[in-house]
């Protein structure tokens, strides 16, 4: 059985920095066409943020480039997003998802597994 654990959430400052995990079980990270990190802030539709394929290409939304880094270390089966100079519109509960295809993986719709989140909470 797949599962995706999301860990590194918390409160921070503006212009602070957070690390976010997502530890995979029942399946190799390796193995996955793509994983991705989504959120949702209250009232607000999930969105993507960013992606990893398995040829570590990386796609991320406008709103968090060149804040944001998304990385994975096989070893540890483990997926990180690295966020640096939040804001408060960063806020949100942060998701980790999976796909088996590497296509079209910054898709809320798209995404075969997912964690349960990870709350992100950013003061001004």
């Known amino acids: 059985q797949v599962q995706l654990v999301e860990s590194g959430g918390g409160s921070v400052q503006a212009g602070g920095s957070l690390r976010l995990s997502c530890t995979a079980s029942?399946?190799?990270?390796?193995?996955?066409?793509?994983m991705g990190w989504f959120r949702q802030a209250p009232g607000q539709e999930r969105e993507g943020v960013a992606s990893?394929?398995?040829?570590?290409?990386?796609t991320y939304a406008d709103s968090v480039k060149g804040r944001f880094t998304i990385s994975r270390d096989s070893a540890k089966n483990t997926l990180y997003l690295q966020m640096d100079s939040v804001k408060p519109e960063d806020t949100a509960v942060y998701y980790c998802a999976a796909k088996k295809t590497r296509f079209g993986c910054l898709t809320v719709a798209g995404m075969d597994y997912w964690g349960k989140g990870t709350l992100v909470t950013i003061s001004s």
């Open positions: 990893l394929d398995r040829f570590y290409i990386r």
């Open positions: 029942g399946s190799l990270i390796s193995e996955y066409g793509c």
